[in-house]
């Protein structure tokens, strides 16, 4: 039976992970901070499901909990899925060094380093997955979010063409705005954003796994995204810029 660890397995796309993987006759290992909430998680799943589930309690900001998922997924895993990941209220400037330096670490070190521990084992297996959660967000710029997602997809692309296997698969994931508790717990008001832009994470993950066994790099669900992104390129990076920050706020 495959086995699979997601990170930021509790709650919004990393739990619609964990349903349709656990659906799928996956063995799952969930990774977040919160023990109570990982093992309330787990035994949902094995009730509905009747899988076997593993918790790892980890906070990927930290060099202790970063080594400790490390290690298990060195251990083996068929598909690693790198989900876990926060946004800050405020523009960069009026955000603490300290809290910028703490997301780089969850969204580019921990995905770097996870993949990197994930690749060997798979090549040795002869089959294998990653998917890396970015955000539309990675091809518009705002701060400092916007341009770790970006390094996400650059990472993600760079590694799906130099892994050199063709059972072997890296994918990065770039959902838009997406109906879970991400915003609440950054303190964002959504409050502005339209509600036919808004997304269910059982569809976005429904729609990654479709594109992850088409063997696609790059996977933006629904096709009003992917119009978005499509304009985006078009425009002028310095307007595109000026546009994405003036939504943000």
Known sequence: MPTALITGATAGIGAAFARRLAADGFTLVLVARDEQRLAESAEQLKLRYGGAVETLP??????????????????????????AGFAHPGGFLQT??????????????????????ALPGMKSRGRGAV???????????????????????????????????????IMALCPGLVRTE????????????????????????????????????????????KAIVAVGRLVPRNLAAQISTRVGR
């Open 58 to 83: 980890a906070d990927l900001s930290t060099e202790d909990g970063l080594t400790a998922v490390e290690s298990r997924v060195r251990d083996g895993v068929d598909l690693l899925v790198n989900n």
């Open 96 to 117: 603490p060094v300290a809290d910028e330096q703490r997301m780089l670490k969850v969204h580019c070190e921990a995905v770097l380093r996870l993949t990197l521990a």
């Open 131 to 169: 998917i890396n959660v970015a955000s539309v967000a990675a091809f518009f710029t705002r701060g400092t979010y916007s341009a770790s997602k970006a390094w996400v997809v650059n990472f993600s692309t760079a590694a799906a063409t130099e892994v050199g296997h063709p059972r072997v698969k």
């Open 182 to 225: 991400f915003h609440e717990r950054a303190g964002m008001d959504t409050s502005g954003f339209p509600g036919f832009l808004w997304l269910k994470a059982d569809n976005v993950v429904n729609e990654a796994m479709r594109d992850l066994a088409l063997g696609r790099v790059i996977s933006i669900p629904d096709l009003r995204y």
